[in-house]
């Protein structure tokens, strides 16, 4: 048993100083607001620092763009066919990245792993933790969502190849054709007629079930509207990647998304459809009551800086509870594994994060991390 | 009816090396092995001075498939024109005259498991073959002997430039599973429609009835990973190949008991795929109770250094019996013939390799090699 | 360095003629001060007794750092295949020193190493002689020239000169023309300066020699046809069908890069590739070096060469000149490296066994007298 005292901690909803945490097997099993020490334990003293819930960031392609690993070695984009629903970001999540390391020792310990943008429809992400290790032992859901891509990417890599998509009319085309498959497909497989199965038609059959959200990759307002429609048509679930424009349409947002995955503003705008890139836009959707997470989309920025990237939100407006919830129980509650992780509350994962500094303060630095209870930093 | 006199005698049985002791051969089998004076024979030979083992099993190679010395032309390992090719059967592209098996002979390497190439995802059946023989009919010893599979590079590499699917290890695996689920959906409709057999289909069928495994060429821990994924999802029989950042994972291999096929140790320049590569691996997997053999890949490396490979295992803290084993009886029973083949004992079949000095010196030069009772090589 | 080293003990291959036994050897300065009886006062002692001593071992042919371990082709810088002509480029432009194949080299026992451009130009650039720590010892060590299937290989598919052996042959010959029609110009235009053929001036002044890559014999006899109508010094790398011209090799002078002789032969011009070339240079007479064109084989290929050389009836004693002070020679650096004399450089190997044995392993190899690599279990092995 372990027990952490002191200190001002996030539990991911509010704020106690000077209470204890309790992680045994891996678990927190108690969160006391004031201290209270059991002898046989190990107590770690946290006088002066800032805990928080282990970060969360809902969108990275880690370990598929290996760092300093060179042109030949990128897995994140299968662009050689429009539509791959099928495809597994973790069968390709390289553990030697050396990005995993870094990141957990900025105190970021659970990501989603996500396909590229190349494809329309794009293929599986998972939520691992950010341990050593085989990736599909890390697991925390397998299938947490399937990669949707609207906007200029897609027809920038088959266009050329004078393939559609070549307009964001024939990528709406393309995914619209796909989930139209799909239901049939399921139309079949529930009356047993004629029926085969389909690796490709059961990832997305599984969305038609809403057993996980399309994480829709969108900039621009007319994009992110594509996707709106696109889930009104089909009934499914939504949660918008980027969300770059996002305050043009947070009216059309409020109440059928999921939440916004807003990320990386940390750049210059490199395409017209990124041109609105602004950390404001956070704390401008979050005020409308959108679950928002904010995300490195790493490797584009690194994944090592998550807490500074809520800074910059926090900067711009974005309220101090609101930029932490944006990087712990917010981006676990648009992956779905709010029981698991994202807080600091009895029953969930001892992923635990200890800051010598508030987290928004540049010169912070995690001294300790904890996944799974056991010390990692 | 032959006898060997053995002046030192490694049967690979177990770790004993035995001293003067005859060993008998009527036809192409081993029938006693016994000390005392030799029995009368139409053949006696004496190799009492010097090193007598079974000879060499290589369990990796692409022997008389991707022929010698020819060019690249006559290179007919893979058939790159679609990345799964499981009904390609290796022996149909078996060249006897290939000078590869000459060296084989004179090497004392007896039988070798060959086959397609690791372009294709799926490359096709292998086959088990004697390393003599004028027509691919002598000399197959088992067919199909295991299903030719790729992760990493070399697949991914080559489809990538090629700009087809699949260009990420997301598709190699994505297309595995795609494949299989179409041999599942084949076997129904085969109970009810006998007029639509698809050999690809069949090939598949053996490994998901668990009839042959599938022997996949991986290097890298995400690919070992996934491999694991889908050998719970299909529930299959596998041997790892190369297996190159084994070591790194030992304990999962372990728990599964997966036969591991090491090497070569002798690859041109590391790339990212093979930053690891070490012979350290054989060691390391042996150590914690791995079945491991060792491979030439030939021509990767040419066949008859098999025996160096395991000289460097043996360096690189194998133990010594191990990595003997693993280019006799271990590397004859990860492909499939060990109840007939790999050590020299009552009922086996006569493969023996008589070396002038131990297996592991560097001058140690093979005097004879006997396959199945018959002499083919010996030193002039 | 003031410090002074004893190394005490061992059989020590001299490669000088004896082998000596229970010696002690002092260095001082990174230099072989002697080799007594007895070890001084006040010294740093390395005790090997009942290990074995050797030169530390010298691969005249490789491109360690040139094409770089671990990474892909953003280290691949030994073969610039856009003009088959560029005496111009120097390896030493492209080496990685922090390349891991440097350590693999000190682990292995390998002490120095000659880096020279690929073989896809027919004139491929300068090579640089350096030790496994970087100094560089001879810069520029040669030209790399190359004939036979490479360039036309590379160059056909280009729909450029050459694509047969008569073009890399002509592309050879125009060179060497254009390169005295300059040096004739020079005597009038003080000022005229060309830095390709300023490079190929060195072969006529007999600075550094020609190290021509070339497997098939009639590949051979060309380089040694060409090089000898213009009086240029020549060195053959590979000489895979070596035997079969051997007489001429000898009766010429011509001294060989032999290897690497542990490849896969998937080249029409390796056919006839055999351990049994080094027997025939043994008795004909042709000085020889072996060589594992690193990373075309691992480093530590380079006794493993001369390991299998002796299955094939080459004498103990050749086989390990071969590996040490033979490349020295060829490299023209037999003053400084190659064998354990009073004099030379302090690049010494101490071994367990036999270093012609597969199974030996270096316990410490030590270069200018400094320990560059000491083994510390199964670990610290680099193979």
Redesign the interface.
Known sequence: MKILVGGMIFTGKEFIEGGAIYIENGKIIKVLKRKYLRNEAEIIDCSGKYILPGLIDAHTHIGLYEEG?????TDGNEMTKPVTPHLYAIDAVSPHDVAIKRARENGVTSVFVTPGSANPIGGIGSVIKLKDGLPHKNVVKKEAGVKFAFGENPKFVYGPQKKMPMTRMAIAALIRESLYKAKYYGEKKKRKRDFETDVEMEALLKLLRREFPVRAHAHRHDDIMTALRIKEEFGVDLVIEHCTSGAKVKDHLKGKVIGCVVGPAFGVSTKPESRDISFETPGILAKEGILVAITSDHPVTPLKYLNIYAAMAFKEGMEEIEALKAITINPAKILGVEKRIGSIEKGKDADIVVFNRHPFDLLARAEMVFIDGERVK | MKVIRAGTLLTMRNNKVLEDVNIIIEGDKIIEVKGGPPPDADEVIDARDHYVMPSFYDAHTHIGVAE?????DY?DINEATDPSTPGLQGKDAIYPGD?GFKDAQAAGVSVCITGPGSSNVIGGLQAVIRTKGNTVEEMIIKEPAGLKMSFGRNPQFYWREQKKFPSTRMGVSALIREYFEKARNYRKKKEKDKTGVDPNMEALLLVLDRKIPARIHVANMEDISTIFELQDEYNIDITLEHVTEGHLIVDEIVKRDIPCVVGP????????QT?FL???TA?ILSEKGVRVALMTD?????IH?IR?QA??A????MDKFKALEAITSQAAEIIGIGDQYGTIEEGKKANIVILSDGP??????VLYHIMEGEIVWKES | MERIIAIKGGTVYTMEGKVLKDKVIVIKDGKIKEIINNIPENVTVIDAQGKFIYPGLIDIHTHAGL?E??????GYDGNEYTDPVTPHLRALDGINFLD?GFEEAKANGITTVNIMPGSANVIGGQGVAVKTTGEILLNPSGIKMALGENPRRVYRAQNRMPSTRMGSAFLMRKALIETQNYIKKKEKDKYLFDLKYEALSGLFEGKYPARIHAHRQDDIVTAIRIMGEFNIKAVIEHSTEGHLVADFLSKKGIPCALGPI???????E???RTPETAKVYEEKGVLFAFTTDY????IY?LQ?SA??A??YSLSRETALKAITINGAKILGLDKRIGSIKEGKDADIIITDG?I??????ILYTLINGEIVYEYKG??S???
């Open positions: 690993a060179g042109r030949d070695y | 010698e010395g020819a060019g690249f290179y000078i140790f002798f690859v041109a320049g590391k790339s990212i930053r070490t012979a350290r060691a030939h021509p990767a490396i040419p250094f160096h000289a460097l043996y360096k690189a803290g592991f010196k560097a001058s140690s030069r | 094409w371990e671990g990474i892909g082709r953003e891991r542990i490849t896969t032969r998937v080249k029409q390796l056919k006839f990373p075309v084989i691992p290929g493993l390991s299998i002796l299955q036999d012609l044995e597969p199974v030996t392993k199964p670990e092995l680099l193979m």
